[in-house]
Structure formats: structure tokens, C-alpha cells
């Protein structure tokens, strides 16, 4: 009885301390305009993932969707203990009336909503690799999600592609929103409506 008060006991304390969340700085490494944190892998839908072992990982926005958005006044993410599949919507984003939906960049079951997002939205655009992060989720085929998103090696180029793209629409719509190669700040809400539409679509996935 004993020996099995304490595995029951020692396996509870193991599971919660393997999903309690234990975020730190990312190095960051200077990729052209932008910097982008070592070990992390990302979605196409600009959304990223960090392995943090026992079938664990953390979740967030990437620094492009953070330029785009500007500032947010709240975000609303699913339920806990809600499974998500690999590209399904994640969480929301909203600034005054424009809302956008963002996928999860991998499958798996939510174990904790950062607290400082909840507090302070905004955090998720000022330290998106950092204190933004948005979710923690319990990913027993991370592997198999994993081999799905961006190689590492590709991902300079396309954030390169993204940026172009987003100066082609803008060229399209006759203005312009970048600031030395990059988004301006607050880039979605300085464009035509439908332009805006079609931005939230292709960058975002959803």
C-alpha cells in the first residue's frame, strides 16, 4: 500500500511539474531585418513552437504577426484541456473591431494559458518569443507535427517572402506600410479593408 501511495503521489508531482510552464530569454540571432530565437520552429500560419520536453511545448506568435497586429486589446484563447489539431484556430487577437485568428502550429491538448497575456495582452507584441508566449500544450506526436512545419533552414527565406508579399499588397492597394524593409507597427489597421481581409488570410492561414 505504501509503495503504491507514494508512485501515485511521485507520478502526480512528476506530471505537474512537466506541465507547469518554464519560460526563459531565447538566444536570438540576427537574420537579415529581423532576429529570430534559436530552437524554435514555426508555422507557415506565423505562429511557433518550442519543445520542452516530456511530450511538452510552449506556443506563441512570431515577430512578423507582432509588426502586423501593432497592439491588441485582448486575446482569447481556447479552453483548457481543449484539444487542438495541427493548423486548427488557437487563439484570437482583437484591436478595436478587427479580429484575427491564429492556428496552432502543432497538435495537442492545452495545459496552461500564460498568466502575464491574460493580465496584459499586449505583452504578446512587445516579447512575443519571450514573456508572450500564449499556450502551453501537451503534444504526444510532436514529432509528427513537427516534420510539418518550416525546416530550420528555410525560415530566413520565407520570413524574407513574407515581408515581400506584404510590400506587394501594399503596392497593390497604392500606399505603402513598411519602415525600412519591415511592417510598420500597427500595419493592419493602416490598410483598406479588403487588403487588410486579404493579409489576415494569406499570413495568417484562417
Given amino acids: 500500500l505504501c509503495i503504491s501511495i507514494n508512485y501515485f503521489f511521485g507520478y502526480h508531482r512528476e506530471k505537474t511539474l512537466a506541465f507547469a510552464p518554464v519560460p526563459g530569454k531565447p538566444v536570438m540571432v540576427r537574420e537579415g531585418?529581423?532576429?529570430l530565437p534559436q530552437g524554435y520552429r514555426f508555422h507557415h500560419g506565423h505562429t511557433w513552437v518550442i519543445d520542452e520536453g516530456r511530450q511538452n511545448a510552449r506556443v506563441g506568435l512570431d515577430g512578423f504577426a507582432a509588426r502586423l497586429l501593432g497592439k491588441i486589446d485582448r486575446i482569447e484563447t481556447v479552453k483548457h484541456d481543449r484539444w487542438v489539431r495541427q493548423g486548427e484556430k488557437i487563439w484570437s487577437v482583437t484591436r478595436d473591431d478587427m479580429t484575427v485568428d491564429m492556428v496552432a502550429p502543432v497538435e495537442g491538448m492545452v495545459t496552461a494559458v500564460n498568466p502575464k497575456v491574460v493580465a496584459n495582452p499586449n505583452s504578446v507584441i512587445d516579447d512575443p518569443y519571450g514573456d508572450g508566449w500564449v499556450l502551453t500544450l501537451q503534444t504526444p506526436q510532436l514529432?509528427?507535427?513537427?516534420?510539418?512545419?518550416?525546416?530550420i533552414s528555410m525560415v530566413?527565406?520565407?520570413?524574407?517572402?513574407s515581408m515581400e508579399r506584404f510590400g506587394t499588397l501594399c503596392t497593390?492597394?497604392?500606399g505603402t506600410a513598411?519602415?525600412?524593409?519591415?511592417?510598420?507597427?500597427?500595419?493592419?489597421?493602416?490598410?483598406?479593408?479588403?487588403?487588410?481581409?486579404?493579409?489576415?488570410?494569406?499570413?495568417?492561414?484562417?
Fill in 172 to 174: 497593390e492597394a497604392g
Fill in 143 to 151: 514529432g509528427v507535427s513537427l516534420k510539418n512545419l518550416l525546416p
Fill in 156 to 161: 530566413r527565406s520565407w520570413m524574407q517572402n
Fill in 178 to 206: 513598411l519602415d525600412g524593409g519591415m511592417p510598420v507597427r500597427d500595419a493592419l489597421v493602416h490598410v483598406d479593408p479588403e487588403v487588410r481581409r486579404r493579409m489576415i488570410q494569406e499570413f495568417f492561414l484562417l
Fill in 33 to 35: 531585418p529581423f532576429d
